[in-house]
């Protein structure tokens, strides 16, 4: 079982290749949003949430990807499937 900061660490390394504000990356917290901060274009969240699916290995359905908007979304979805 993975503590949060684990869980955050390995989602930080996922984001950063598709990330445009690499000042924002510096200052990364649970709050970050993903699209709007980290300058994510939505169109490449599709393959974040494919990418967590993958190191992770859970399964996210479309309603959960749908509301993952900062970073802690994502570490508590992957907190709350029980994989982490």
Not at 15 to 35: H, R
Not at 58 to 71: P, R
């Amino acid at each position: 079982m993975e503590k949060q900061a684990e869980v955050m660490d390995k989602v930080v390394g996922i984001l950063t290749p598709f990330v445009k504000n690499p000042d924002a990356l510096k200052a990364i917290s649970m709050e970050t949003s993903i699209l709007k901060d980290l300058k994510v274009n939505s169109a490449r969240l599709v393959d974040i949430v494919l990418e967590i699916e993958d190191a992770f290995g859970i399964a996210v359905s479309d309603d959960q990807a749908d509301q993952v908007k900062t970073v802690g979304d994502a570490v508590r979805l992957i907190m709350a499937t029980g994989k982490a």
